[in-house]
Nanobody, 124 residues
Framework: QVQLVESGGGLVQAGGSLRLSCAAS????????MGWFRQAPGKEREFVAA????????SYTESVKGRFTISRDNAKNTVYLLMNTLRPEDTAVYYCAADLGSGLRSDPENYEYWGQGTQVTVSS
């Protein structure tokens, strides 16, 4: 079992920044690829970014490339999502998730463990 707890969400104006954190406990954190997903009201959960076990590989959905940065600190059992130049369409509940599989995957069905989510609201 892995427990994930997100933090760092909030209300920000368009163009602003936020850094989300996801603290993990339970099984060794470094065994998992980690992902960030988001879900806006009335929409399906969508992939945002993923990072490999050692932090040396990452992937992003097209709409956040150049604006968001995923990183991890295995010594602190934490994964981060730095979000810059935020837009109103980034408004959603953001979730972190853990994946034991190989490769960086964008399908939420591949992720075994999920946090409870943190709300990000971007005002125009």
């Amino acid at each position: 079992q892995v427990q994930l707890v997100e933090s760092g969400g909030g209300l920000v104006q368009a163009g602003g920044s936020l850094r989300l954190s996801c603290a993990a406990s339970g099984r060794p954190f470094s065994r998992y690829n980690m992902g960030w997903f988001r879900q806006a009201p009335g929409k399906e959960r969508e992939f945002v970014a993923a990072i490999g076990r050692n932090g040396d590989t990452n992937s992003y959905t097209e709409s956040v490339k150049g604006r968001f940065t995923i990183s991890r600190d295995n010594a602190k059992n934490t994964v981060y999502l730095l979000m810059n130049t935020l837009r109103p369409e980034d408004t959603a509940v953001y979730y972190c998730a853990a994946d034991l599989g190989s490769g960086l995957r964008s399908d939420p069905e591949n992720y075994e463990y999920w946090g409870q989510g943190t709300q990000v609201t971007v005002s125009s």
